[in-house]
Nanobody, 116 residues
Framework: QVQLVESGGGLVQPGGSLRLSCAASGRIFSIADMGWYRQAPGKQREFVAGISRDGITNYANSVKGRFTISRANGEGTVTLQMNSLKPEDTAVYYC??????????WGQGTQVTVSS
């Protein structure tokens, strides 16, 4: 059974930074693609950033140049560094783990609020 635990959310002023982390249990982390998604109130969950098991990254256009995703396979963690935060980045952020044979898992989510 895979469990994902996110941390690092909180309240930050516009222009500030936050660092989200996701720790995965189990031994399958190194073969999984990892991603961050977010869901704002009244909106559908949307893709934010992803990193493949080979380290290839991709980002939503809305966060390119501001967010950076990275992973540490030995520690089973994936991190999302968020800089130059905007009020529209306010959402619950979810960590996602996707295995090659189709299974996927979600964390419980962590709240990010960008407000002055």
């Amino acid at each position: 059974q895979v469990q994902l635990v996110e941390s690092g959310g909180g309240l930050v002023q516009p222009g500030g930074s936050l660092r989200l982390s996701c720790a995965a249990s189990g031994r399958i982390f190194s073969i999984a693609d990892m991603g961050w998604y977010r869901q704002a109130p009244g909106k559908q969950r949307e893709f934010v950033a992803g990193i493949s098991r080979d380290g290839i990254t991709n980002y939503a256009n809305s966060v390119k140049g501001r967010f950076t995703i990275s992973r540490a396979n030995g520690e089973g963690t994936v991190t999302l560094q968020m800089n130059s935060l905007k009020p529209e980045d306010t959402a619950v952020y979810y960590c996602n783990l996707a295995l090659p044979y189709g299974s996927a898992y979600w964390g419980q989510g962590t709240q990010v609020t960008v407000s002055s």
